[in-house]
């Protein structure tokens, strides 16, 4: 029988770590950690991850915002907004909650957030910055895979890591930061042969595949660490991963429960970076006054 990672858990010591952080700077500095989340439309799912966003901000003690706009917002007043809050003094993380509409280029607006506050770590910069591991922001679902990884004790260097899924935010991110932990990783995709062949010669298996059932026990390795990223809806509408739990579960190792598992760390990154965003921002202007001295 495997070992349930609890999510929640985890999630609330790493948000336990950011709060006292932040009291620290609030004590100190007189500084407040700013989250910007903007959201475009009326996606039922996206209006409940900002919520939580928008709960987890106040739990961790810093000022958040968020900003709803309508389906018909054009690109070129998303643009706009994102261009006053890169300059605003106040703000240290600006998230745009996707999907956006489709009149709208992902692109373009990722690509318009300053560097120094993406802290969903989706622009083109940070992505490259994690590539060559001089990563400023992590990419927050892929650092919650990591720090669950960690928590199981289990040593990733030299193991066989299988990850199911390709997306730029989950499948490409976690095979990195699994690469640069020195586990062998082999990334699999709806077009790889032998896939159940593949996934039962992994030590850690992390499933991104967005389908309930996808994961069966025949390609699970005895005593992997299995992780779950799926946020999928069964038959019956009740929530549920890409592992078929029951099934997995006595074989596996360590695995992650669908709900409670990775969904929670996802948002606990996202205040580990933007705790991270107003740290850099009072270096940078730290060391500014220093030279005009
Ligand atoms: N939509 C679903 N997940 C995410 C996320 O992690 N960040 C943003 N910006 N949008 C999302």
């Known amino acids: 029988m495997a070992t349930i990672i609890d999510g929640k858990q985890v999630a609330a010591e790493v948000k336990a770590r950011v709060a006292k952080e932040a009291q620290r700077l609030g004590d100190e500095l007189g500084i407040t950690p700013g989250l910007a989340v903007i959201i475009v439309g009326n996606d039922p799912a996206s209006k409940i991850y900002v919520s939580n966003k928008k709960k987890a901000c106040d739990e961790v003690g810093f000022y958040s915002e968020v900003i709803r706009k309508p389906e018909k917002t054009t690109q070129r007043e998303l643009l706009e907004i994102i261009d006053t809050l890169n300059k605003r003094i106040d703000i240290d993380g600006i998230l745009v909650q996707l999907p956006l509409p489709k009149h709208i280029s992902e692109k373009a607006v990722i690509s318009a957030i300053s560097p120094k506050k993406d802290v969903d770590a989706f622009s083109p910069f940070n992505v490259g910055k994690v590539m060559i591991g001089e990563s400023v922001f992590l990419p927050c679902t892929p650092a919650g895979v990591m720090e669950l990884i960690k928590s199981t004790g289990v040593e990733l260097s030299g193991k066989n890591c299988v990850v199911i899924g ?14 640069q932990q020195n586990a062998t990783v082999t990334i ?24 309930p059932n996808f994961v069966t026990a025949d390609m699970v390795k005895e005593g992997a660490v299995v992780i779950d990223v799926g946020i999928n809806h069964n038959e019956d509408g009740k929530l549920c991963g890409d592992v078929k739990f029951d099934e997995v579960e006595p074989k596996a190792g360590f695995i992650t429960p669908v709900p409670g598992g990775v969904g929670p760390m996802t948002i606990a990154m996202l205040m580990e970076n933007t705790l991270k965003a107003t740290i850099l921002k009072e270096k940078s202007s730290a060391k500014k006054a220093a030279k005009k001295q």
Do not use: F, Y
Request: glycine residues 6%; charged residues 20%; positive net charge.
């Open 166 to 179: 390709r997306s730029n935010i989950v499948g490409k991110p976690t095979a990195l930061l699994l690469l």
């Open 188 to 211: 699999c995709h709806s077009k790889t042969q032998n896939l159940a062949e593949v996934c039962s010669k992994a030590d850690v298996l992390v499933s991104a595949v967005g389908k």
